[in-house]
């Protein structure tokens, strides 16, 4: 059971331009979502989180928005850079325990120099 | 500042064979620490979580196994691997529920 889903497996987008990345979960209980980026061969790193009392966060070109009554959030990056070509997690928390942390399927991002 | 370690960072096994991954962070203490694993086309599954020594919860059957001899190391066991349990195996350590902090991960091939 999916409660956390990436539903786009790819996205490729143009340098410069803006990267959009979709999220949606399905237990209402979650009030804590991350962002983490994972390079091949390597273990995904935290980029960016939003918590439920929030509907956006901003850290440099990375913006991540919530919308809760969608039960929906979404990663933008703009201006997209080749660099940033990876593959991104959306993940979900709810104050449960120690294994409160739920993954989606990752999107893979390409961006065409 | 804390690290996490995870060894080896690829292995190739034959089917039957036994398993041992090993996880240590340093920097920090009584994290919470769990064992996810990336297989093909998949997300992050969690497979093993624990809240402190000898403490381990698991939260997939299958023929694998996580124990907590000290308190800064995780290890993942198998007595006999399958082909399926081939994939990217990721430990990881927090302070509590919130955010993640991974290891490099091992990729391990069952022929």
């Known amino acids: 059971d999916q409660q956390v889903k990436q539903n786009s497996p790819s996205l490729s987008v143009q340098e410069g331009r803006i990267s959009i990345l979709n999220c949606d979960y399905t237990?209402?209980?979650?009030?804590?979502f991350l962002w983490y980026k994972k390079y091949p061969a390597e273990g995904p790193t935290f980029l960016i989180s939003?918590?439920?009392?929030?509907d956006k966060n901003e850290d440099g070109r990375f913006t991540v928005f919530l919308n809760k009554s969608a039960k929906h959030l979404s990663l933008h990056i703009v201006p997209s850079q080749p660099g940033d070509s990876a593959v991104y997690f959306c993940?979900?928390?709810?104050?449960?325990?120690?294994?409160?942390?739920?993954f989606g399927t990752g999107t893979r991002l390409t961006v065409i120099p | 500042s804390q690290t996490i370690h995870q060894w080896p960072a690829t292995l190739v096994q034959p089917v039957g064979s036994p398993l041992s991954l090993e996880c240590t962070v340093e920097?920090?203490?009584?994290?919470?620490l769990y064992w996810y694993r990336q297989a093909a086309g998949r997300g992050l599954q969690l497979l093993f979580y624990?809240?402190?020594?000898?403490?381990i919860s698991s939260e997939v059957p299958q023929n694998l196994s996580a124990s907590r001899p000290q308190d800064r190391q995780f290890i993942l066991s198998s007595k006999k691997l399958l082909l399926s349990d081939s994939g990217f195996y990721l430990c990881?350590?927090?302070?509590?529920?919130?955010?993640?902090?991974f290891g490099e991960g091992s990729r391990l091939t069952v022929l």
């Open positions: 990881a350590w927090s302070m509590g529920p919130g955010e993640l902090f």
């Open positions: 237990n209402s209980m979650f009030d804590y």
């Open positions: 939003i918590s439920s009392i929030k």
């Open positions: 993940a979900a928390s709810g104050f449960t325990g120690a294994n409160n942390l739920f």
């Open positions: 920097g920090t203490s009584n994290p919470n």
């Open positions: 624990s809240v402190g020594i000898g403490q």
